[in-house]
């Protein structure tokens, strides 16, 4: 290969996607919206990085989120103005809600003629960056910043269950409950608090670009508006003194169950778009200013489709959407019930989607794209798995499937769980996707070993179970813990799959309907009685039980499991 091939090459763009005719519908809230104003443009923003005969396109689009077959169309006007293959182009949308429907969600319509308009602009925005290549280099660092996004779901008190569209009470954890809800419980998962950034700037040192990630859903503003997103640009390009041509743009990370309230706290009272940015931005920065370029990086690029089920309604549940529908007699959707009586129909007529999965390595950086509303805990899962330095998750990259939950938290019911187009993959989705990706990034990179953490000791670390400890009831991996993270059940067991006889257990726990306090537990069993104590105190004894029983008919988290045999 000759030396100057070697060398990277990158280009960066944006092009401007703002609407120039009114008025606009506005989706991704439960009923349809429209703008007839601009709060704040919006753009695509693209960068292509080529080395040697591998050639990509990364491209964030200010867009709530976009169908896989728009996306495929820009794609292809992409591909055949400058020969990126359609396989190597990631293009995602950072998903503020206050842009024009490219598709459509719930009860809105796409506004058809925006949805034909933006994907050549998302081309352009290719093409631009293509023209602009030249010799660069690339880093990529990482920060934790907690203190910009939270856990936006919590459980409720199983006795404080909220009613379905669908009229059934069956919603046991439940998105926005309000500040300090005495009918919460906790927080459903874990966060995703790691700002990623991948940094590309010219053999002089001149910026060219940053790519950066972070799991916060939007922050909220007028439509039309890129929201925190195009702050963000505004703001980072300010700070480190760019030049007019610099292209900054944020990606949605693992953000599905993230926002920037904090539920278990008082409101927040006057935080504005631009002082939560300037928060984020130092974050940023602090990344930024700790990247190491190289001049020569391994730049690979991996797809595949795979097909998912949709979960399609039964018989009675179409029986119900097909009677709403006719009395609704063509007009638009006003409400929950019937939104989702639309979905049902809609999910019906196309049981299969497509998928498009990819990962990219630039440097000691590997990129997973998502085309979902991913959970925290499937993020830190495969971050968990992978055996690069950083990992950043791109999602609602190269299509919008809608939610998809852990498998352990469908039981839960909510919105991300009820069958629609924005949360209607087959139950087992996320394990799919997750495994998918992961095998993906081993391609890339071998994943390193992990390992295993001492006999007799568990924390509940582990964010999908362990073989060696059986769960029963309802069940969530990975929530706030006493140390790192816990396990909460409700009404279920935890059982140790070891059958001694003779044993102490100890661990803590955290009573959903009492105290709401980490608390120390101990069990005591000899070969003639079993013993507990809570929190020093004798409170039962009675007759050993033939297996390892944790807890059994429990509301509530469970945290640092040890065990003695002596």
Known sequence: MHPLVALLLAGAAQVDVTPTWWPVIVNCFMLERQASSVASPIYAKAVVLTRGDVKTAMVVVDSCMMPRELIDAAKRIAFEKTGIPVERQMISATHTHMAPAAMTCLGSRADAKYAAWLPGKIAEAIVAANARLKPARVGSFAVEDGEHTFVRQFFYRSDKKLVDPFGVRSVHANMHPGYENPDMTMQTGPKDAMLTVLAVQGVDGTPIALVANYAMHYFNSKPISSDYFGEFAAQFSARIGAPRDYVAMLSQGVSGDLMWMDYARPLMKDLTIEGYVKGLVDSAEKAYRSVRYEA??????????????????????????????????????????????????????????????QVMQVGELALAAWPNEVFSISGLKLRERTGFRWLMNVTLANGAEGYIPPTELHPFGGYTTWAAKSAGLEVGAEARIVSRLAAMLDGLKPARRLTAPPKGYWGMEELSGR????????????????????MYLSGGSVTLADRRKTYALEFWMWPALTT??????????????????????????GEPLAEMRVVEGFEGAVDEVRLWTK
């Open 296 to 357: 020569k990086p391994v730049l690979k690029m991996l797809e595949v489709e795979e097909a998912f089920e949709r979960r399609v309604p039964d018989a009675a549940r179409l029986e119900w959407a097909r009677k709403m529908m006719a009395d609704m007699a063509g007009r638009a959707p006003k409400n929950q019930p019937e939104v989702y009586a639309r979905e049902q129909l809609d999910v019906e007529r196309e049981p299969v989607r497509k998928l498009k999965l």
């Open 467 to 486: 073989v060696d400890v059986v769960v029963s009831g309802l069940k969530a991996f990975a929530v706030p813990g006493k140390v790192g993270r816990a």
């Open 516 to 541: 709401r306090q980490w608390t120390p537990v101990r069990i005591e069993q000899t070969r003639k009685a079993r013993q507990v104590f809570v929190d020093g105190k004798l409170v039962s004894e």
